[in-house]
């Protein structure tokens, strides 16, 4: 099971980036999908889910109304489109397999994360 994060740069507050996970090995709707996050000094944030099931889509407060989960099956690929990004979204981003079909739930956070790779940088600065 390899995922590869794509798509990650520098953008202005208020700006878009559309980020990728590539599956290699296995097919990625077989799975849960979830992206996380991890900024410098803080904790690791569950960021949004996919489920494996249905394809519903799940978001932590931070994402809700500005980050949208979605799956291409024909690529085998998985989507994050964020926008209206903000300072506080800085951070290296990671696609992973989501364990629980997207029902675990932290306080700020979501999903249960068991497979992921190398991750993508981005920056949200003016």
């Known amino acids: 099971v390899q995922l590869q994060a794509s798509g990650g740069g520098l953008v202005q507050p208020g700006g878009s980036l559309r980020l990728s996970c590539a599956a290699s090995?296995?097919?990625?709707?077989?799975?849960?999908i979830g992206w996380f996050r991890q900024a410098p000094g803080k904790e690791r944030e569950g960021v949004s889910c996919?489920?494996?099931?249905?394809?519903?889509?799940y978001y932590a407060d931070s994402g809700k109304g500005r980050f949208t989960i979605s799956r291409d099956n024909a690529k085998n690929t998985v989507y994050l489109q964020m926008n209206s990004l903000k300072p506080d979204d800085t951070a290296v981003y990671y696609c992973?397999?989501?364990?629980?079909?997207?029902?675990?739930?932290?306080?700020?956070?979501?999903?249960?994360?068991?497979?992921w790779g190398q991750g993508t940088l981005v920056t949200v600065s003016s």
């Open positions: 090995g296995f097919t990625l709707d077989d799975y849960a």
């Open positions: 992973a397999t989501e364990l629980s079909d997207c029902s675990h739930r932290g306080k700020h956070s979501l999903g249960l994360f068991g497979n």
């Open positions: 996919i489920r494996r099931s249905d394809s519903s889509t």
